[in-house]
Each structure stands twice: as C-alpha cells, then as structure tokens.
C-alpha cells in the first residue's frame, strides 16, 4: 500500500469561533507540519450557509443545512482520492435532526473514516442514538479523548473497544513561563488573575465563581476574574446580550464590578496564549456532568496553569490524582474557598502550576498528531470497514415481534361522516382542503387488507361510507370519476385525473375480490365493469398500471368478463411498448423521468404477468424493479424514494427531497410481488428497508410512522420532517405495515411464495 498523502479534516473551521472550530483548524495544522509531510485540508461546515473568508486550508465549504451540499463533498473527497477523511463530530455543527445531514457524506465516501468524537452522550435520544451508531458504522477507527468516553461507546453503544483510541485533546507546545510579562503586557499587572475563556453561554456557570468573588477578595484583595469570550453566537441569534448583561448586574449586585471583567471579544490563537500566560489560575466551574472535552481546559492545564473545576467528565480524569483541584457543582462556597487557598498559597500553586506543565508534555499537537497519523495507518489497514458505504448484503429477515402492532387511532381521527380527509396540520385534519377520491380509493384498498387473517376488521360502518364516497365520485355523464370534493360536500370539478380514476378501479377490483359484505363485492363488481371502458382513451402509464392492479382483482372473480380480459392485455402491452421505446442499457424505465409511485409500474407488470403466464411481462417487470431499486438504495444499503425536486427532469439521477411515504408503500408491494413472482428472498429483504424508512431507515435517521398511533409524518424534507400527518401518509403507512405483517406471518409459517415456474427469471 502506497504511504499516506493525502488527508482531509472535516468539521467546523469557522473564523473566530473556538472550540471544535480551534481543535480542527489545529489537528490539520498538527498533521500537516508532522515529519509525515502530508497534504492536508479542511471541510468546514458554515452556518446556515453564511459566507466566510476562509484560509486557504479549507478547500470546501459545505452550507450545514443544505443535503446535497454533504453529497457534492463526499464526491469532491472521491475525486480528490484522499488518503482518509477525519471527521470532527460534534452535535450542533451538522444539519438535520441530531446532525444526520453528515451520514449522507459519509456513506457515500470510498477511502477509510475515522472520526473523533468530541461528545458520547449517555443517555442519548432514539434519534441520536441511531445517528451515532451510523457515524460508528461508517469510521474505520473512532477516537475520543476521555477513558470516560471510550466507557460510554462501549457501553450504550456496543463499539467494539479494538475499533476506540483514546487521544488526549492536543495543546500548543508553549514555554513555561512566570504570569508576570503578559500581565503588564495585557493591563493586569499587579494583580492576582482568575481565568475563564469560551464562548459565554449559560452551562458555563459564570455566575457561580461571580457568588464566590465577594470571599475571594476578603482573603485575596487583588484577586481579579477575567471572562474572556463573546456570548455564543446562538443566544446571541435567540436573545440578544441578555445573559451577558445579568452576570454583569450580578456582579454590581455584589459589590464586585471592578473585580469581574468582562472581555467581549473573539481571539486568535496567539491572543488566547497571552491571556492563559497571564493568569494565576484558571477556574472551568461548568454545571454539566456530561462536558466530554473541554478546550480551554486542555490549553490553560497544558501552560502549567492550576485549574479549579466542577467534576464533569474531561476534568475528572485530568485534574485527578492532584493535578488540578475538583469543587461540587454549583457551590460558589467551595468554589470560593478552593481559589482563595490557591491564591494565598504561592509554593502549593507554583507546584502545582509545574506538575500540570510536566504532566501536559504527552498532550502538545506534535504528540497528537503523531497518535492521529498512527490510527490514520492502522485504519487504512485494519479490520472495521466503511459498512454504512460497503455493498449491499443481504441482512437477516425481519422477526415477527419487530413488526409493529396495526393501530388505527389517527387513522379514524383523519375520518368523518363524509370520508378521509386529505390533509392534516400537524396531527389535526385540516377540512379547508376536503376530501378527494384517491385518498378514499386507499382508505377502501386498506379496508380490503384488514379482512386477511391476522388483522381486525374496519367497521362496517367506515368502510361502507368510503364505498358511498366512491360510488358518489362517479359521474355517468362523463363516465369518469370525480376526484377533489370541498368540505361541504360539493364537487369541485366534473372529471378527474386518469391516475385517479384508475386508482378508484384499482380499489373496486379490490373490493369485489375481498370486500367482507357479498353484497358491497357486487356493488363493486358492477361499478368497476361500468367505469372499465374509460381506460381505453387514456394516456397516463400510472393510470394503465393502477388499473391493471384492479384488473388483477377483479379478473378472478369475473373470468368471464372478455372486454376486462382484453383491456389486461392491451395497457399491459402499451406498458411494454413504453419501455422498449425508452430503455438504454443504463435507463431501464417507462418514461423518460421519474415521478410518483414509480414501483407499481413493474409491479402492474408482475401481476399481469403471472395471472395471463406471459414471461414477457414478468422479465420486464422484474427488469425495471431492479433498476429502480438500484436508484432508490443509497450505497449505504438504505432505502431513499425518488425525490419530488427531481419531478420532471428527463433521464437523471434521482433528486434525494422530498420523499413521500406514498413511494415506500409502492414499493414494499412491487418488491413482494416480485418475491412471489421468482422467489428470490432479496426481495423480501428489500421490502423490509423499504417499510424501515418510516421508521427511521432513512436519510435523517428520522422515525416518520409512530407505532402507537398509527400515524405517519407526510414526509422528509432536507433538514427535517413534514409534521403533518395527511389522509395519504397514514394510509400508505397503514398499507405498508399490513403487507410487512403478511410477510411476517408467512415468514413464521415457512411458508414459500407460489412460483411462476413457466416465466422464471
């Protein structure tokens, strides 16, 4: 294997932002002055898509809230052949919910990743657990800085401890000097300097040694606190200077204005250094247990500062054993009485200020970088490869007791009198947008899934007011069905879509099949042969599809039906003339773009096919399948719905956003279908990533289905999900679940699909 050259650091390199920004920026400049020689630069991430003017160390900016921007990077790292990618993870600095924004990078990445994590949660939320595993997933090696951590990852969330490092936090390699010169230097000069740095935010307790300043100076007159640091950018955004000017009317309240300064400003690195050089101790009184990695700690311990400190994790490990002094949280008492100790004592100071000194010699970014470029080799060598990018496998079937139960609350809620609404705000239904038939078609398709064994019933009462929906929508002078209805009953226009009207056949074909009432089957019977002959004028591929999906139904119980039969043949041969006219070997599709409920057109083929026993028809729907699932499986073996932003574009990749349950649902259906038709088990696994998007196998790691509930999310946005829970979504989920708990139940029963032994693959 060739040597390393070539390493790119991703995180935030904001200017003027310390931090994770200051830990990146310093890691690439450790890593690039090492002996290695190596070529390094940085991915910054920007916030909310501000421009910056940058160093030149950064070669790409990445706007955090922005999906495809993370796409666009992980090709730039490709092309760019990078050696290894450094990931600086830190929840905050990535978009997306928990910052699953980087997970479309990092599964698309084809060098080694190894990745520092700069918090380990303990008791993280469902979706910042899922996104972390994925980040583990996807790293060769992780490394973290605390024993603590490395504990955590092992613990909740079961990293193997052969795939952890632990790298102490680097510091520069700064002289050890008297605080003297720089507090002439800085406007300090005789006095006794307590230090705090970083960006002024409320977790920081600021306001804890402000309590404690009035007994320090009893003991220590010329004690002075220094807060150094802007207020965080982020309440600054939310409030102003409100917390900044509250510790400051604490301290007037106290009496000890002139002893608390305030410095608000960003500084450099060189700055910083003075301002550490000139302090006589530095105090860190976080009111968080849970701080993994504290900068400031690092840089003020390793210039042979005494620190004093709340016990959260990174100080509990490095001020142990009398390295630093450690106070409760909150208690500006002890706070207090350990700073003036220190400050009257000079020999228990000073030997403590050159014990920290010694000790911090294994911490400077010489050091780190030589640990880092070390874990860089053993990772492009070792055994924990990229799995969230690595090919697809085939993972284990799905057990039963991990298929959720079949609840319907919102569903019934989403109901009136009338039928399904179509829309909801958040989960509430929305009746300025009324009702349409497609919505009603689905509810009526759900009401025949619900009658197979294993599964309680609709009310008689639900599903006979979504037949009198259908049965209304049909209007005889035109032959066609109506399709969007206001709130109050009338109908908003006199025809409909072709897709919708041959969505409604698809659910009468449905229902005369598997209908619980005899006699709303022979309704159904009777209204689907009535509004058939329609179809022959229309033009819509979906609307061929859905039909040959009612006509599936509705052949078996009237085989009779010679005008039913020949329609099967002709739009299941227009089906075919559409994709001999439009495949290329690498554009294996109906048309020339893709849309919505792409899978039921290979999956209106299948069926056809195995019903009429035309191999034609089943070879091209299997063909088309495979291809479009090759389009919507992300290399990290995930299922991604084409993407509504792509909606028209002729013969293109894909657009990842929107996505839209109603495409889950379409293909959990065809990838069965399929099953049945070759009995090829990948199907079955590839319908079970598709049922695992709603539930949070997906781009964002986002659940969008709520088990309880029954309700589902209307979909995904780049940055978050759709908090609406529409007549569609819920349906679709509910669809998806009954097919995904008919294969459970079969899976239990061993029982294999019938094979079309005549048309096989």
Avoid at 412 to 435: E, I, K
Avoid at 734 to 755: D, F, M
Wanted: glycine share 6%; net charge negative; hydrophobic share 40%.
């Amino acid at each position: 294997m060739t040597p390393l050259r070539r390493i790119a650091v991703v995180g935030n390199s904001l200017p003027r932002r310390c931090g994770i920004a200051t830990f990146t920026t310093d890691l690439r400049q450790a890593i690039s002055t090492s002996p290695a020689n190596l070529e390094t630069v940085i991915v910054a991430m920007t916030d909310r898509g501000q421009a910056y003017d940058y160093p030149s160390s950064v070669a790409l900016q990445i706007n955090d809230d922005n999906i495809e921007e993370y796409v666009r990077a992980a090709d730039f790292l490709n092309n760019g052949r990078f050696d290894i990618v450094c990931l600086q993870h830190e929840f905050g600095i990535f978009g997306g919910e928990a910052g699953a924004h980087i997970l479309a990078l990092l599964s698309r990445l084809n060098m080694p990743v190894v990745t520092t994590l700069h918090t380990v949660l303990a008791d993280p939320t469902a979706v910042q657990r899922a996104v972390m595993v994925r980040i583990v997933a996807a790293s060769s090696k992780v490394v973290v800085m605390a024993e603590k951590a490395r504990e955590l990852l092992r613990s909740v969330y079961q990293v193997p401890i052969e795939k952890i490092e632990v790298i102490a936090h680097g510091i520069p390699d700064a002289p050890f000097v008297s605080p003297d010169a720089a507090k002439a230097k800085l406007g300090f000069g005789g006095k006794s300097v307590i230090l705090t740095f970083g960006l002024l935010s409320p977790n920081k307790g600021i306001e804890v040694v402000i309590d404690a300043m009035p007994s320090i100076l009893k003991r220590s007159p010329d004690a002075v606190y220094v807060v150094l640091g802007a207020t965080h950018p982020n309440l600054v955004r939310d409030q102003g200077e409100t917390y900044r000017e509250s510790l400051m009317a604490r301290a007037r309240g106290l009496g000890v204005a002139d002893q608390v300064v305030f410095l608000d400003r960003f500084v450099d690195q060189a700055t910083l250094l003075q301002f550490i050089s000139m302090c006589d101790l530095y105090v860190t009184p976080y009111l968080n247990e849970a701080q993994m990695t504290s900068g400031t700690l690092a840089y003020s311990f390793g210039q042979g500062k005494p620190v004093v400190s709340t016990p959260y994790w990174h100080a509990r490990e490095l001020l142990a054993d009398g390295r630093g002094v450690l106070v409760p949280f909150g208690n500006a008492a002890a706070i207090g009485s350990e700073i003036a100790e220190l400050l009257t004592d000079d020999d228990r100071r000073q030997a403590m200020s050159r014990r920290a000194y010694a000790v911090s010699r294994t911490m400077t970014w010489e050091r780190a970088a030589q640990r880092y470029i070390s874990v860089f080799e053993n990772a492009r060598h070792g055994q924990w490869p990229n799995t969230l990018a690595s090919s697809r496998v085939v993972a284990p079937e799905p057990r039963s007791p991990a298929t959720p139960d079949m609840q319907i609350g919102h569903f019934l809620s989403m109901c009136d009198d009338t039928g399904l609404f179509q829309h909801a705000v958040h989960s509430v239904p929305d009746r300025s947008h009324g009702y349409c038939v497609d919505d009603n078609a689905r509810a009526l398709l759900l009401a025949c899934a619900l009658n197979n064994p294993g599964e309680a019933r609709l009310s008689e009462v639900l599903t006979a007011r979504f037949a009198a929906f259908v049965q209304h929508a049909w209007n005889p002078d035109t032959r066609r069905f109506r399709n969007f209805m206001g709130f109050n009953r009338t109908w908003l226009e006199d025809t409909g879509s072709e897709d919708s009207h041959g969505r409604t056949l698809w659910a009468l074909g449905e229902t005369a099949r598997g209908d619980a009432s005899s006699s709303r089957r022979r309704w159904a019977e009777a209204l689907f042969a009535e509004a058939l002959s329609t179809t022959e004028a229309f033009r819509s591929p979906r609307a061929w599809a859905f039909t040959l999906l009612g006509l599936d139904a509705y052949c078996a119980v009237a085989p009779e039906d010679i005008q039913a039969r020949e329609a099967r043949h002709s739009l299941a041969d227009r089906l075919i003339s559409c994709l001999e006219k439009v495949e290329t070997p690498d554009w294996v599709w109906f048309e020339e773009g893709l849309a919505y409920d792409n899978a039921r057109l290979p999956q209106a083929l299948l069926l056809t096919g195995m019903a009429t026993q035309t191999p034609e028809y089943v070879h091209a729907g299997l063909r088309s399948l495979r291809w479009l699932m090759r389009q919507q499986t992300t290399s990290g073996g995930h299922f991604r719905p084409v993407g509504t932003a792509g909606f028209g574009e002729l013969r293109q990749h894909p657009r990842p956003f929107d996505q839209q349950p109603v495409e889950a649902t379409a293909t959990i259906a065809a990838c069965l279908t399929a099953w049945r038709a070759d009995a090829d088990a990948e199907w079955k696994t590839t319908a079970t990533r598709a049922f695992g998007w709603f539930l949070g196998s997906n781009d964002l790691a986002l659940a969008l289905a709520d088990p309880h509930t029954g309700s589902c999310r209307d979909g995904l946005h780049p940055d978050r999900a759709n908090e609406n829970c529409g007549g569609e979504s819920v349906v679709c989920y509910l669809l998806g679940l009954a097919e995904i708990r008919q294969l459970a139940r079969s899976n239990a029963s061993l029982t294999k699909p019938t094979v079309l032994r005549a048309v096989g693959t």
